[in-house]
């Protein structure tokens, strides 16, 4: 039986969000399948930059901390 190992997330990596974020202070509301790039790494959260280009080529749209059990990893940075 065949068994998936989790990788772990790094700054650098193209993630996905697994729920939704709604700031009640700042603009964003980001459904969850929102994709954004790590930029910085807190103890268990993650700095995630969501733009209008998930796969850091556009321009900034908003930054958020998740935890990295919230966070689907889609593209691992080499």
Same mark, same amino acid.
């Given at each position: +039986? $065949?068994?998936?190992?989790? *990788? $772990?997330?790094?700054?650098?990596?193209?993630? !996905?969000?697994?729920?939704?974020?709604?700031?009640? !202070?700042? @603009? =964003? *509301?980001?459904? $969850? =399948? @929102?994709? =954004? $790039?790590?930029? &910085? !790494?807190?103890? #268990?959260?993650? %700095?995630? #930059?969501?733009?209008?280009? &998930?796969?850091? =080529?556009? &321009? +900034?749209?908003? +930054?958020?901390?998740?935890? !990295?059990?919230? %966070?689907?990893?889609?593209?691992?940075?080499?």
């Amino acid at each position: +039986m $065949a068994t998936s190992v989790k *990788q $772990a997330i790094h700054e650098n990596d193209v993630v !996905e969000l697994t729920r939704s974020i709604d700031k009640v !202070e700042a @603009t =964003g *509301q980001w459904p $969850a =399948g @929102t994709r =954004g $790039a790590v930029v &910085a !790494e807190h103890s #268990e959260h993650k %700095l995630i #930059e969501i733009s209008d280009d &998930a796969n850091y =080529g556009g &321009a +900034m749209l908003d +930054m958020v901390f998740e935890t !990295e059990d919230q %966070l689907k990893l889609v593209t691992k940075s080499s």
